[in-house]
Structures are given as structure tokens and as C-alpha cells.
């Protein structure tokens, strides 16, 4: 097999590319040539590993992309979305089972808010389908089956480098078209698309910011709909961030305390951190128009946060009673 000669490492020519060295090259390239696709392939065995899928993105060839992926993924398109999402799951448990865990808290968010929408206080989401906004959310990470296993699996003490951040940015795009390629519904590709997206107030306008902007743009024309975020998108994107500051079994990228603090201390940091300017500090979420969907969710997640100090308590007594 011939030897690959990237600008990224100094090899010898007499060794061929190791694994590492394929998947260095993959993560760290806006765009490969065929004949190192073709090497790469060789060294990776085909079907080619996760590390792969970024070149299809950045090429953004969407057939390439599609053929591509239904050979590496090896799930029937033409199956339900239950099976599909069963296979999804597991093939990215596989890899990060943290991205799994919190893709099933998110879940449960909806599912619990799902029991309260008809209750006083929680009138801006009457209206809003949460057993299919659960089922949106579930897949809405598998876009991180393309990510490297550096950036998909961080070590808590290493910070990720720029190249790495705008690497784990390319997630949703990826996740979206993923749930396309596969046949999912219209309302799991826009959760994996949109779920990193919020509003911000600039010059007394509505600015849709965070990632992939550029994106949701095009998709939104494709389809011929307005530029905007929907509750839906923004309920998804309030549990992705709260999920991540606040569920113990998910080594969050956002916040690494989450195992030493007991539930009533996370749930307190998180919206403190929610409310920041970072996430949904804007007036939009505080005074403007969001603000009683953004209350609505908090008073959820008060009222879930209370649940999980009963049960945890419960526990507690029933480990003190065993010990007696």
C-alpha cells in the first residue's frame, strides 16, 4: 500500500500510516484527495471507521455522504423508527456512552414535562407535542459518531485546542444528516440541526446565534420557511444545556463538577449558568417573548429536581435500614 505524505506529521518513508495517523489526517482535513481516501480506507478496513464520516461533511457532498453512510452504518432505512433508533443508539453507546445517557435525560425532561403542560403556571407549552419532542431528542447527538475520540471523549484535565472546537462544531450538521440519510422523521433531523441555536438581541433585533448558523439557514430556505427558531427548537436546546451541567452520569464538557455536588447544588448552578449571557441571559428568554416558555421550563425542572432529592433520600433511608 502506498505511503499517505500529509503537511500534519513528519513520517518516514519507509512505515505506512498506522490508525492513529488515519484518523489524525481525517479530523484535522477540510478536504482529502481521492487516492488518499482510497489509502485511508485500506488502512481504516472498510467499511471505514466513525473518523470518516468528517470528510464526507466537509466535502459536503450529500449523495457521497448518503451512499457512504448507509455502508457504514448498516441500518435499513426502510425499517421503523424504533429499530432504527435502537441500532442508532447502541452504535453510539459503543463510542460515547456518556452522549447516550444524556441524550436519555433530555428525554425524560420532556417526558415529565409532558405531565405538568396542563397545570396553572404552565400555559406557554400547552400546546407544545413533548412525546414527539422526546422522540426527536433522543437521536439529537448522533452526529458525534463522527467526532474523533479526543474531542467525542475528552479527559476532564485537557482543554480542547481550536481545531478541536470547530471539529465538535460540525456535530448537529453531521447529526442531520445522518437522521436524513437513514429516512427519519422531518422533526429528529431539525432537533440534531438546531439544538446548539438560541436567540440574542442585537441593535433591538432577534439574531439566531450559536452553531451551525450558516446551516439552519440553508435548510430553512430548502424548504421554503422563515429564517426562525421554533419553541420546540428552543425547548431542546434548554434541555441540552441543562443536561449537561446537571446530569451526574455524563462527564459534561460543559461543567466537571457535576459528581462532587448534590442534586439540589447542580440544579441551583444550572440555571444560574443558564441565565448567563453564554446561554439564554438575553431579554428575549427574561422579559421578551421566550420568557414564559423559559419559565415554564425552569418550573420543570424545579418540580424534577425536587422529585430527584425524594428519591435520592428514599435511597438513603432504605441503605440505612439494610445497614440496621
Not at 441500518?75 to 424504533?82: Q, T, V
Not at 433522543?138 to 479527559?155: A, C, F, S, T, Y
Not at 436546546?237 to 447542580?266: H, M, P, Y
Request: glycine share 4%; with cysteine.
Amino acid at each position: 500500500m502506498p505511503s499517505l505524505q500529509p503537511n500534519e506529521k513528519q513520517l518516514s518513508a519507509e512505515r505506512y500510516y498506522t490508525l492513529e495517523d488515519a484518523n489524525n489526517i481525517i479530523s484535522t482535513r477540510a478536504k482529502i484527495s481521492e487516492q488518499e481516501r482510497s489509502n485511508i480506507d485500506f488502512v481504516l478496513n472498510v467499511p471505514p471507521k466513525w473518523a470518516n464520516i468528517a470528510h464526507y461533511l466537509y466535502d459536503n457532498n450529500p449523495d457521497k455522504a448518503k451512499d457512504f453512510l448507509a455502508r457504514l452504518l448498516k441500518i435499513n432505512p426502510k425499517a421503523s423508527e424504533s429499530a432504527k433508533t435502537t441500532e442508532l443508539l447502541s452504535i453510539l453507546n459503543e463510542y460515547s456512552d456518556h452522549s447516550v445517557s444524556h441524550s436519555k435525560h433530555v428525554v425524560k425532561f420532556f417526558e415529565d414535562m409532558n405531565k405538568l403542560k396542563n397545570t396553572p403556571g404552565f400555559e406557554a407549552i400547552r400546546d407544545i407535542d413533548f412525546l414527539l419532542l422526546a422522540l426527536a431528542v433522543e437521536r439529537h447527538d448522533v452526529g458525534k459518531l463522527g467526532m474523533p475520540d479526543r474531542i467525542l471523549n475528552p479527559k476532564q484535565s485537557i482543554k480542547y485546542s481550536k481545531k478541536d472546537k470547530k471539529i465538535k462544531k460540525t456535530h448537529p450538521v453531521l447529526g442531520h444528516l445522518i437522521l436524513k440519510s437513514l429516512g427519519f422523521s422531518e422533526d429528529s433531523q431539525r432537533s440534531a440541526l438546531t439544538h446548539h441555536l438560541r436567540y440574542i438581541t442585537y441593535n433591538g433585533e432577534l439574531r439566531i446565534v450559536g452553531y451551525p448558523v450558516d446551516e439552519f439557514k440553508k435548510y430553512c430556505k430548502e424548504r421554503g420557511e422563515k429564517f426562525e427558531l421554533r419553541d420546540e427548537d428552543h425547548l431542546a436546546a434548554f434541555a441540552d444545556v441543562f443536561s449537561a451541567l446537571t446530569d451526574s452520569k455524563r462527564k459534561s464538557d460543559i461543567d466537571g463538577t457535576n459528581k462532587i455536588q448534590s442534586i439540589k447544588e447542580r440544579y441551583e448552578s444550572a440555571f444560574a449558568k443558564m441565565e448567563s449571557k453564554k446561554y439564554f441571559g438575553d431579554e428575549y428568554y427574561t422579559n421578551g417573548k421566550g420568557a414564559p416558555l423559559y419559565s415554564a421550563f425552569k418550573k420543570a425542572m424545579e418540580d424534577f429536581m425536587e422529585f430527584k432529592i425524594r428519591e435520592e433520600e428514599k435511597l438513603e433511608r432504605e441503605k440505612q435500614k439494610a445497614v440496621a
